[in-house]
């Protein structure tokens, strides 16, 4: 047998080490599938030659570059991509996140994904996850982005048409709209706030609210829905008690009229945790707000007047829905954006008697913008004959069997939401980052095979000069 050398010890340790980090951790979860994307037939462009111009080559000192987060699977590329969602990808969750902006306070855990009804609200059809479409019905318009939309009759509640209606993605300030409807329910629109500093510093957009600024309910839902003012929801969220308070009634609210997918993280629809809307949802909620009169009438205004602060004058706000000023008949909605969500939507337009309203959820600005994609589905629904069948509807609250759930795989962007054992053990769950416990593996290995390896090369130190100078005994 060959004879165990010294120098052997930091090899060995060294491949112990990249054994435990490449084993996959206990109870770990296999990658979810992501959903596959149809690629569309790219326009031809005319090619068009450039001089080639030589550039002095010129050694440039290496800069530490920042690490870039990647844009989630089935985000639009160029040439377009249409997402195709018929596998359920979003079943159980929203996307992963880009960033650490939903990354929970310390010391509380990440919250669990929002259950998923056995029965999907609204009919059999709407927990189809891919295009859902009524029989015999006319090509999709070109240049679609979104993840998941709908569009359905204001007053009746029949959705014409839809793609994935019940799978999860984030509102963005989308979700102000069930902020404002509670505000309109429980708030006095003549009641006086004075502004704060806090409310000046709420991060994203704002309306312009100033510290001791003195405003009503009403020019402050002006600011929310208008110009989408992250100050405006803190302010209305301190009137309803608290931004933790208000966020629960929203939930509440949410659960009543029957948007069971809905959970808020913010009353603005800033990113955070646990944060779940589907386009069903959404199109349920804005559905009810426009019920109200002041928020129908809200939405609908292209210019209002707002009040200074202080020494600053008061200014006119401008609505920033672009559907509002280029599309005929419409109605108003409201836009949102954040870097999780994406691009977001909810709006309705009136064409004679009938209403429609479209819900976008997770879309893009190319390769048109997101108004425009609205206008081109609002169309779809307009050239769908009135009185058709329906392929869901909108319910008015939530229905008897709320509470029935189903286990599902849970995790981001949930591979197919196929049917689970409610009740797996916690322990079986993978890690929230799906990497934890190697790198503690690593983390743990890592002192030893640095020890190792000094011990090693001291001890071959020392054979060389026994070598080099062996001792000679008397």
Request: charged letters at 15%; glycine letters at 10%; aromatic letters at 4%.
């Amino acid at each position: 047998m060959m004879p165990f050398h010294p120098s052997a010890v930091p090899l060995l340790c060294a491949v112990a080490t990249i054994g435990l980090a490449m084993a996959p951790p206990a109870g770990a979860a296999p990658p979810a599938a992501q959903a596959p994307i149809v690629a569309q037939p790219a326009l031809a462009q005319p090619a068009v030659a450039q001089p080639a111009i030589a550039q002095p080559a010129i050694a440039q000192p290496a800069i530490a570059q920042p690490a870039v987060a990647q844009p989630a699977p089935g985000a639009t590329t160029t040439p377009f991509q249409t997402p195709d969602t018929s596998s359920c990808p979003y079943r159980v969750s929203p996307p992963a996140p880009v960033d650490h902006s939903e990354a929970p306070p310390p010391g509380q855990p990440q919250p669990a994904p929002v259950p998923v009804r056995a029965k999907a609200v609204g009919g059999d059809r709407m927990a189809e996850c891919g295009l859902v479409l009524p029989g015999g019905a006319p090509p999709l318009p070109a240049g679609l982005t979104p993840h998941a939309w709908l569009v359905a009759d204001l007053d009746s509640g029949a959705v014409l048409a839809a793609r994935d209606p019940h799978g999860r993605h984030r509102a963005a300030s989308t979700i102000k709209i069930l902020t404002s409807l509670l505000a309109i329910r429980e708030l006095d629109p003549g009641a006086e706030v004075v502004g704060t500093d806090l409310d000046a510093q709420q991060e994203g957009s704002r309306v312009g609210i100033g510290p001791g600024g003195h405003y009503t309910v009403d020019q402050l839902l002006h600011g929310l829905l208008m110009r989408s003012g992250n100050d405006a929801a803190h302010a209305l969220a301190v009137q309803l008690g608290g931004v933790p308070a208000t966020v629960r009634r929203m939930d509440e609210l949410a659960a009543r009229l029957g948007a069971l997918d809905t959970r808020v993280a913010t009353p603005s629809g800033l990113d955070g945790a646990g944060a779940s809307v589907s386009a069903y949802d959404l199109g349920l909620i804005f559905r009810v707000a426009m019920r109200e009169p002041a928020f129908a009438a809200i939405i609908g205004r292209r210019l209002a007047d707002f009040p200074g602060f202080q020494d600053k004058p008061g200014f006119t706000l401008s609505n920033d829905n672009k559907l509002l000023t280029n599309y005929p008949g419409a109605l108003g909605g409201k836009t949102g954006f954040t870097d999780d969500a994406r691009h977001t939507y909810a709006g309705a337009a009136q064409r004679g008697e009938r209403r429609l309203l479209v819900v976008l959820l997770r879309g893009e600005q190319e390769p048109v913008r997101m108004w425009e994609q609205a206008a081109r589905l609002l169309d779809y629904g307009f050239a769908l004959p009135a009185g058709g069948r329906p392929v869901g509807m909108l319910v008015d609250a939530a229905p008897p069997d709320a509470g029935t759930t189903t286990g599902v795989d849970a995790g981001p962007g949930g591979a197919a939401g196929s049917p689970t054992a409610a009740a797996a053990p916690a322990a079986a769950a993978p890690s929230p980052d799906g990497g934890a416990t190697r790198r503690q593996v690593i983390y743990a290995a890592a002192p030893l095979t640095l020890a190792a390896l000094l011990l090693a090369g001291l001890w071959w130190r020392r054979l060389r000069h026994l070598r080099r100078h062996p001792r000679r005994y008397p």
